[in-house]
């Protein structure tokens, strides 16, 4: 899966959008209307479970199990496939030890009817160990084109000795299956998305050193720059699936974006993610070496506690995250990683 390494020196921000040929525009808003950076104040870190409400022992391999299910050992389509998935990681749980917000993308290439609803599972090792109890489902038909919701998956263990004990602490991969309910065919399955969790929740960003974020991969290159009020940033995007292996002519779904903000000793003092009610999304498709704009925008710069953030001069980091269509093997989400030009100032 993705590599999570230390960070890098980032990509040097583009400082204006001229000569780089865009080819469209996607504004990007928090969906109910929360501030990006700004919210309710989240609740106190809760103490750890009781070892009796933690799994020790997860589900082991089935070789029985069918596609999504609990010990289903991951695998990608045999067949080409009308349908491409995608998955990512919503907003953080307002509640500690909620179910975790996962985004779901699909797109069709058919007005082909899905014969099944998408499920989210949680992998370790290629073998499901958790997995939602709900679906998402699009309905009795679909038209060609892309359509995203929310879902929600239990941090519980799904089967095995510890069956529906919480998720011990570690790395997990999210993944979105569609399976053929009567033949078990895998029909179509994401990239994965990293998923690493601590003390029965996502694991935050904030009040780390920067370096915890994630190097960029570099099919996907993003640049930028913050707004003069430091309440916008207008991003670019450029999809060379040429490299890291992908192949040239891929596709992939556009599915998310995150904003961090970064303070003079590199902490984390801000992240999107922490606040948002929903995901913020970005829809659509980008073609290969296709360069596209996004307009990122918030309304407050509040600290991971929720409060305004102290006078002085932050650094902004924009994540973007990637679903390539020609998923052939078990891979994993792309994402872009750019430090951005200009700077928050919080007078």
């Known amino acids: 899966h993705r590599r999570v390494r230390r960070r890098r020196a980032a990509r040097a921000a583009a400082q204006g959008t001229a000569g780089l040929g865009l080819a469209g525009a996607i504004v990007v808003t928090a969906t109910h209307g929360v501030d990006l950076l700004g919210g309710p104040t989240y609740p106190a870190a809760p103490p750890p479970l009781p070892a009796d409400q933690v799994a020790s022992t997860l589900p082991a391999a089935d070789d029985a199990a069918a596609p999504g299910t609990c010990g289903w050992q991951v695998r990608a389509p045999e067949h080409t496939s009308p349908w491409h998935l995608g998955v990512n990681l919503g907003h953080y749980p307002q509640h500690p030890r909620s179910s975790l917000p996962v985004g779901v993308t699909v797109e069709s290439t058919t007005s082909q009817r899905m014969p099944a609803p998408v499920r989210v599972v949680?992998?370790?090792?290629?073998?499901?160990?958790?997995?939602?109890?709900?679906?998402?489902?699009?309905?009795?038909?679909?038209?060609?084109?892309?359509?995203?919701?929310?879902?929600?998956?239990?941090?519980?263990?799904?089967?095995?000795?510890?069956?529906?004990?919480?998720?011990?602490?570690?790395?997990?991969?999210?993944?979105?299956?569609?399976?053929?309910?009567?033949?078990?065919?895998?029909?179509?399955?994401?990239?994965?998305?990293?998923?690493?969790?601590?003390?029965?929740?996502?694991?935050?960003?904030?009040?780390?050193?920067?370096?915890?974020?994630?190097?960029?991969?570099?099919?996907?290159?993003v640049e930028g720059t913050v707004g003069a009020a430091g309440r916008s940033a207008d991003l670019t995007l450029t999809?060379?699936?040429?490299?890291?292996?992908?192949?040239?002519?891929?596709?992939?779904?556009?599915?998310?974006?995150?904003?961090?903000?970064?303070?003079?000793?590199?902490?984390?003092?801000?992240?999107?993610?922490?606040?948002?009610?929903?995901?913020?999304s970005v829809a659509g498709t980008l073609a290969a070496g296709r360069t596209i704009s996004i307009s990122v925008q918030w309304t407050a710069a509040a600290s991971c506690s929720g409060t305004d953030l102290p006078a002085g001069t932050y650094t902004a980091y924009a994540l973007v995250t990637l679903a390539p269509t020609d998923v052939t093997d078990v891979t994993s989400n792309v994402l872009g990683v750019a430090r951005l030009g200009g700077e928050v100032v919080v007078p």
């Open 239 to 280: 999809w060379r699936p040429g490299d890291d292996g992908w192949k040239g002519d891929a596709e992939a779904l556009l599915l998310d974006e995150r904003v961090v903000l970064v303070d003079a000793a590199g902490r984390v003092v801000a992240d999107s993610r922490r606040w948002s009610d929903e995901t913020s």
């Open 122 to 221: 949680a992998e370790r090792d290629g073998v499901v160990v958790a997995a939602s109890s709900d679906a998402f489902d699009t309905g009795s038909s679909m038209v060609p084109g892309t359509t995203s919701g929310g879902h929600h998956l239990a941090l519980v263990t799904c089967g095995g000795p510890d069956d529906h004990l919480a998720l011990p602490d570690g790395s997990y991969t999210l993944r979105a299956v569609l399976a053929d309910p009567d033949s078990g065919e895998v029909l179509a399955l994401s990239p994965g998305e990293p998923l690493v969790l601590a003390g029965n929740a996502r694991a935050p960003w904030c009040d780390a050193d920067v370096d915890v974020v994630p190097d960029a991969d570099s099919a996907l290159e």
